[in-house]
């Protein structure tokens, strides 16, 4: 089986090939890769090449697939899995596999350590690390981007579960954001930031009573807010709340004295490396409250100020999460598979030909996600600018229409009208 793969080799040297994949091994699976969706852990991965820790070595003569954010369709079951897996199934991978005897021992993951599965590619063979660890993970939903985007949504999950609170007189954890709380979420327009409150609001088994959503940037807020109301939220009887805390000279007086009720917050979560933020959150956290360092600094040297009173009398705490475990990515699943949608992270659309540019410059690229089709040969294009270019092309004019029926997200009627209608790569 031939495959078309994008693969790394070194510091910024991705390469988009085709290659023969090896014969599957009864203890391997063959698999097809719809759809991909770009991480800037993988920017991360292009751009250090072997200096990453989840990249071999040897990756110049043994070069790897990037990609981890990705869903498809089962091709051929080898012996050993016959019994568990289907060809036709479609399917997730949870990349976080912690496979002692990979690659790169612990650090092994696909997309980062592995010469035959990654995400952006046509196909790849799914290795007895991913299945030994029950990391490849059936999906049962619509579409095949919901299942792309189940990494990034577990990595809330996971961040909202590892919260905690503690009991008066006692040492005992209480895992979870607060029953009835009131959340924060700072710099919380950005993807994960609306991936958060879209899990924050929909999920059934434990609520806050109120969210702000914080960023300076009123566009963003005002997308985000398009795209979940106000009134969506009340009527799952929960106070959504957006702020722009860039119109006040003090933003933190707003948000712990007049939206708080002078309570601060039970829990916060910081969507953005950046110190004031931080800081921000840190002061507006009410007694016990938990502050969740979520964004992930470049820096090693990063730092923020801390109140140490509260911490002492306050019992204020701090937590930091790095992606989800495979019992947040079946939540995911499951989630997706009852109605969540994740849409509202994708905001570009390409084909398997933009990869290697798009992940190279991909933090000077505005948006969310940006979602591939490995199969398809599509220039990265920007789902806002469908209208525009359907002047002249009807592929585009035809998924402008089918976007504004979701308010210009990206939906299941659209990735199939591309499915059946964008040129092969």
Not at 26 to 42: P, Q, R
Not at 195 to 214: C, E, F, G, H
Not at 393 to 420: R, S
Request: hydrophobic content about 40%; aromatic content about 8%; charged content about 20%.
């Amino acid at each position: 089986m031939k495959t078309k793969a994008v693969r790394l080799y070194g510091k910024s040297d991705l390469r988009l090939e085709e290659f023969e994949l090896p014969k599957i091994n009864d203890d391997e699976i063959l698999a097809k890769v719809v759809s991909d969706s770009i991480c800037m852990s993988s920017y991360k991965a292009a751009t250090q090449g072997a200096s990453h820790k989840r990249v071999p070595n040897n990756v110049a003569h043994n070069p790897i697939i990037i990609g981890h954010e990705f869903s498809g369709e089962i091709a051929e079951v080898g012996a050993k899995w016959q019994n568990k897996f289907k060809p036709g199934q479609k399917y997730s991978i949870q990349p976080a596999i912690y496979y002692k005897d990979g690659p790169m021992g612990v650090l092994s993951a696909p997309g980062y350590s592995y010469p035959n599965i990654g995400g952006d590619a046509t196909y790849v063979v799914i290795p007895k690390d991913v299945l030994d660890q029950d990391c490849l993970l059936a999906y049962d939903g619509p579409g095949f981007y919901p299942a792309s985007l189940a990494e990034p949504l577990s990595c809330v999950i996971g961040a909202m579960h590892a919260n905690y609170h503690t009991t008066p007189g006692s040492y005992i954890h209480d895992m979870e954001i607060k029953q009835g709380g009131k959340m924060a979420i700072l710099a919380g327009v950005g993807p994960m930031g609306l991936a958060a409150i879209n899990y924050a609001v929909t999920r059934a088994d434990r609520k806050p009573s109120l969210i702000v959503v914080t960023d300076i940037s009123q566009e963003r807020l005002d997308r985000a807010a398009d795209i979940f109301p106000v009134s969506w939220a009340k009527e799952k009887g929960i106070e959504l709340i957006y702020l722009n805390t860039g119109k006040y000279s003090d933003p933190v007086s707003v948000l712990r004295e007049e939206i708080s009720c002078g309570t601060g917050f039970d829990d916060v979560f910081v969507f953005a490396p950046v110190a004031p933020v931080i800081e921000q959150g840190d002061a507006i956290l009410g007694v016990d409250g938990c502050l969740n360092f979520f964004a992930g600094p470049s820096n090693p040297e990063f730092t923020a100020k801390m109140n140490f009173y509260n911490v002492h009398y306050a019992s204020t705490h701090i937590v930091g999460t790095s992606g989800g475990n495979n019992d947040d990515m079946i939540e995911a699943l499951s989630e997706m598979s009852k109605g969540l949608d994740p849409a509202g992270l994708v905001t570009h659309i390409g084909g398997l030909n933009s990869v290697v540019e798009t992940t190279l410059n991909l933090p000077n690229i505005p948006g969310g996600k940006k979602l591939i089709y490995t199969h398809k040969k599509l220039s990265l294009t920007a789902i806002s600018d469908f209208e525009e270019l359907g002047k002249e092309n009807p592929f585009y004019a035809e998924l402008a229409k089918i976007v504004a029926k979701t308010k210009g997200l990206w939906n299941v009627e659209a990735e199939d009208y591309l499915l059946a209608n964008a040129p092969e790569i």
